[in-house]
């Protein structure tokens, strides 16, 4: 750690403006269990389309932190780099933490030349990306190289990672936690899934983007398939896909059962009310609303994907499937419905792990320490990390 008469190391985390989703709530889960003696946080995003709210900037201001806007439009928002280094350079930023290839690229242009470190935490690659988006990600990879430190979220980025050239000693891996703050509240379960369980109907839900990689569409065909009198499926999100999923209810004739609940600030409450919380997603990297469902207490069924296995033992505290294959998801789901005593079982192992091995608290400390290595000790060289062994692996 720097000198004591330093003061907290000042580490801005920088974001995207697209909602609150996982990264974003990565992020809030971090910085709200930072010890604030050791490491002071700024949270800002880049706004890159007119309209577009910030709702990360505004949560982190509820947690009394200071948060910042950089406006600049368009898919690639070179214009942000300025004012970013200027903030930088003004606010003594010693740490630029940065999440997505956007934030990658245009932080590690802006601190260029200053005394600001800087460290990426990789969420994910996107899957069946179109050709711009593929060239953006592989730049991305490219530019960890010029980073002072990467620290993916899982075990796979991070074998990923770790040997690519330029990158060796650079790559720390910090399990990934969830703020069980939240899933200890106490929350009544908000309408329609109170009445929904007041009249015994059996609760498939979802939570999180309504993207392509998410595959939905595979949960909406399994629950079609599920046999059973009183059944409903709560999808809680949204994003572009969200028109052609509905369509596709439709045309399946679930129109009445399958409910869209939009973005909800309340889907922790919200999940309380599912019998079963299932991820159908075909990349991942430690995805967060599986591991609130599992504190939470709530069954889960995952695709068999690195992401959720890194999370799930089939039979021990979930159950997996074969990814975009809605039989095998039906099934994994007829078999909690036909076993409610399984079902307690799995769930009640699904809050332990996360309890035990996947808190904020944790992760947060592992970060405190990385944030202290790269601040006071990057004198001694990538390949010398004092922190090796303690973090990696």
């Not at 202290?372 to 060289?381: D, E, Q």
Request: net charge neutral; aromatic share 8%.
């Amino acid at each position: 750690m720097p000198p004591t008469d330093q003061g907290p190391i000042r580490v801005l985390q920088l974001g995207n403006a697209v909602g609150l989703y996982g990264a974003e709530r990565w992020i809030l889960a971090l910085v709200k269990h930072l010890p604030r003696d050791r490491v002071t946080s700024l949270v800002g995003v880049i706004k890159d389309a007119p309209g577009a709210e910030a709702p990360l900037v505004e949560s982190a201001r509820q947690f009394g932190l200071e948060a910042h806007e950089f406006v600049s439009y368009g898919k690639l928002s070179w214009s942000a780099i300025g004012p970013l280094r200027r903030f930088i350079v003004r606010q003594r930023i010693d740490i630029l933490h940065t999440h997505g290839y956007k934030t990658d690229i245009l932080g590690l242009i802006a601190t260029r030349g200053t005394a600001c470190r800087t460290l990426s935490t990789p969420h994910g690659w996107s899957v069946d990306a179109g050709f711009r988006l593929r060239i953006y990600e592989a730049l991305d990879r490219l530019g960890f190289r010029y980073m002072d430190a990467v620290a993916p979220l899982s075990q796979d980025l991070y074998v990923e990672l770790a040997s690519r050239r330029g990158l060796v000693g650079r790559v720390h891996l910090i399990p990934n936690g969830v703020d069980l703050s939240e899933a200890e509240v106490t929350n009544e379960i908000p309408e329609p899934l109170c009445s929904w369980r007041k009249n015994r109907e059996f609760i498939v839900g979802y939570v999180g983007q309504m993207i392509a990689r998410k595959r939905i569409d595979t949960l909406i065909r399994a629950f079609h398939e599920l046999d059973i009198p009183k059944k409903r499926l709560c999808l809680i999100g949204d994003g572009p896909e969200r028109t052609e999923l509905e369509h596709l209810a439709a045309q399946f004739g679930e129109t009445g059962r399958i409910v869209f609940l939009g973005y909800r600030d309340d889907r922790i409450a919200l999940m309380r009310g599912f019998d079963v919380f299932v991820l159908p997603s075909s990349l991942e990297g430690i995805p967060r609303c599986l591991m609130e469902a599992m504190a939470v207490g709530i069954p889960c069924v995952a695709s068999n994907i690195p992401g959720c296995q890194a999370l799930i033992e089939h039979g021990g505290n979930g159950l997996l499937f074969e990814l975009g294959n809605a039989s095998d998801l039906q099934t994994q789901i007829t078999r909690l419905v036909m076993e409610p005593t399984e079902r307690n079982v799995l769930a009640a192992a699904g809050r332990d792990y996360i309890y035990l091995s996947r808190s904020a608290n944790q992760m947060s400390a592992h970060y405190a320490d990385l944030y202290g290595y790269l601040a006071s000790s990057g004198a001694n060289g990538p390949g010398e990390d004092p922190l090796a062994g303690f973090l990696d692996g």
